[in-house]
């Protein structure tokens, strides 16, 4: 389609193509005669009425770069797999149909019924990428945003700021940010770290060891800390993504230690160390070579897998000192342990992976149902559970920074794989084509990173 | 394997019976251009060279079936050692197996281990690392505990049979290294174990 052809027969064509490739990624449209066609030309029906549910419909015009096709297909992305918005998904030729011919004088009415609530125009400027918002009740541009942007489309740094972009538009229409500014850290199928892109894009291995499990991002998205296996045996180390540096934490040269987490303020590692005398939860300063200190008393049993709670006050964490693996909480200090799920007698629970979302309010774990592995969540307030999958063995579950949606591994496809949940809508899509993928650990918001 | 013996003194003794014959052989032929000794006296000497020649072929010949029958009990015992050893080390480094997400020794176990114990006393030099393993079922972070918690309860059963803890080093791999592959029982039930190795390679760390 060209957009400047203004012939009534092109017109026609364009609506048609329009109505043809008019999809939505979520909710069953629900197709209907108009009554009142909105400003068509003579002779064309609009017929097209879309029934769109809780979530409002955003639409994404054709950006005007070098690069805007692949622009607008990753906003578009970001914005469905936020879960929030539903994206009216149109054709660049469909959607510059519907483009003013000048300015902002957009044909709204035609777009309230398309269903769109919000749109959404990137395009090229001096600093690279400039977003512009028009919100189709008030009919009038609400929000404009101007977002640097490498000079290498396609990039890992041009997509992560393009993935800003999308972060922003989901605060300007939501109030709080997205998550796809964002990397997934993970223990591939060969035993070695990998990280990739909250979409799935730029994987790349960061580890060359015997082993490596367990990656746990910095605060500041700056490090991530691991567990990795040498001829000596488990060692905790520190890898800076600026320096590429390396660093072996020496707390607890000795043993088994694994399962390090950041604290909040990014000062401390919490990880469980295992010798004779079972497996207890340590304490060690970044970087420092203090002894560890230790803060579960485990009598014997085997303590693992601990996360902060996003004030830094408290630990959860996985023990085995009632017989059978349970989750725990306790002060970060290791007083007060208590059970997090409810205690039956008797009950041959097997509850591990804890994971304390970034809003403090619930927990995420992997609990054994009728022989398989399935992703809980418990609310904090009440201790009232919530599962989420009933396919396959499903385990590691991993807050985004929104709270929202987890990352977890899972056999429900076949082999294991790092599938995206969101815990609203139950939607899952598969994030890895990577056999084996496991343990992954989201990263804080990485805008401009 | 059996050690390569040196042949050298073997041959050697060969060499020296040679050696005796051929002087023997010489000493019959008559000298032509000597001036005219005694013939008894010369007989005489002939017959004790003789004599002499031959007594020192048969003690040669002793000499040397004395130490193929001495190298041969060397043989013997080197290989009846290197069984015996070979026994043992398969004794060391038999592998035990536990119950899904147990770290209690089974009975099988603990004669598993029994057996190690005269082994260990046997060579008080030796040092061994016990690793211990899980089936794929369960948190991969928790197993790696589990593992260590096997290994731990293996040393304690070593330790309180007499044997010096200084000696034995624990580990886990939990479900990182199976032994077979699979996702059913006859699989787990082999990956669930503990491995034991003897240390080399000199004083660890």
Request: glycine share 8%.
């Amino acid at each position: 389609m060209i957009r400047s052809n203004r012939t009534a027969a092109a017109r026609l064509s364009t609506l048609v193509a329009l109505a043809g490739t008019l999809a939505l990624f979520a909710g069953a449209p629900r197709v209907a005669r108009a009554q009142n066609p909105t400003q068509p030309p003579q002779g064309v029906r609009l017929g097209l009425n879309y029934a769109l549910g809780t979530k409002p419909g955003v639409l994404v015009l054709p950006a005007d770069t070098t690069a805007g096709d692949s622009l607008r297909a990753i906003i578009q992305r970001d914005l469905d797999y936020d879960d929030r918005a539903t994206v009216v998904m149109l054709d660049e030729a469909g959607a510059r149909a519907l483009m003013p011919k000048s300015g902002d004088r957009f044909n709204y009415p035609l777009f309230a019924k398309l269903g769109v609530v919000a749109i959404l125009r990137p395009q090229h400027s001096l600093t690279g990428l400039t977003v512009t918002m028009y919100d189709v009740a008030s009919k009038k541009r609400v929000q404009t945003g101007s977002f640097t942007l490498p000079d290498t489309p396609n990039s890992a740094a041009w997509r992560m700021a393009v993935h800003a972009a999308s972060d922003q538009i989901g605060k300007w229409i939501f109030g709080t940010p997205g998550a796809a500014a964002t990397r997934i850290l993970f223990s591939g199928g060969d035993k070695q770290i990998w990280m990739m892109d909250s979409d799935g894009a730029n994987a790349r291995k960061l580890t060359s060891l015997t082993l490596a499990m367990s990656p746990g991002w910095s605060p500041d998205g700056r490090r991530f800390v691991f567990s990795g296996f040498t001829a000596r045996g488990s060692q905790i180390a520190v890898y800076d993504f600026l320096s590429h540096d390396m660093t072996w934490q020496s707390a607890t040269p000795r043993g088994l230690n694994i399962t390090p987490t950041f604290s909040p303020d990014g000062t401390t590692i919490a990880y469980a160390s295992g010798a004779d005398r079972g497996t207890d939860i340590m304490l060690t300063d970044v970087g420092g070579n203090d002894p560890a200190r230790r803060i579960t008393v485990g009598r014997g049993s085997d303590n693992t897998s601990p996360s902060y709670s996003p004030d830094g006050r408290q630990i959860v964490f996985m023990s085995g000192r009632a017989g059978h693996p349970e989750v725990y909480l306790m002060d970060a200090d290791g007083t007060n342990p208590q059970i997090l799920t409810e205690f039956t007698y008797g009950e041959a629970a097997y509850r591990a992976s804890p994971d304390w979302s970034p809003d403090g309010r619930s927990i995420a774990y992997e609990s054994r149902i009728d022989g398989s592995f399935q992703i809980m969540t418990i609310d904090l307030r009440d201790r009232t559970t919530k599962q989420y999958t009933s396919d396959g063995e499903n385990e590691d579950p991993s807050w985004a920074p929104d709270g929202r949606h987890l990352v977890f591994s899972s056999t429900r496809a076949g082999p294991r794989e790092l599938w995206i949940l969101d815990t609203e809508s139950g939607r899952m899509r598969q994030l890895t084509h990577a056999p084996g993928a496991r343990l992954p650990a989201w990263s804080p918001l990485l805008a401009g990173r | 394997m059996m050690p390569r013996r040196p042949l050298l003194p073997t041959l050697m003794g060969a060499a020296l019976v040679g050696a005796a014959v051929l002087t023997a052989a010489c000493a019959k032929k008559p000298v032509p251009l000597a001036p005219t000794p005694s013939a008894n006296a010369d007989s005489a000497a002939r017959a004790d060279s003789i004599a002499r020649a031959e007594a020192a072929r048969q003690a040669e010949l002793a000499r040397a079936r004395a130490e193929q029958d001495s190298l041969r009990a060397v043989r013997e015992r080197e290989q009846r050692d290197a069984a015996q050893n070979a026994d043992a080390m398969r004794v060391l480094a038999a592998t035990i197996y536990y119950d899904y997400d147990q770290s209690d020794l089974t009975d099988a176990a603990r004669s598993l281990l029994q057996a190690k114990v005269p082994v260990l006393q046997a060579k008080p030099a030796t040092r061994i690392r016990i690793t211990g393993h899980t089936d794929d079922r369960g948190s991969s972070e928790y197993n790696l505990a589990l593992g260590l918690r096997r290994a731990a309860e293996a040393k304690a059963f070593l330790v309180a049979n007499g044997i010096d803890g200084s000696r034995i080093d624990i580990a886990s791999m939990g479900e990182e290294m199976p032994a077979v592959q699979g996702e059913n029982e006859e699989a787990w039930s082999k990956n669930r174990r503990a491995e034991f190795a003897p240390i080399t390679g000199g004083s660890e760390e």
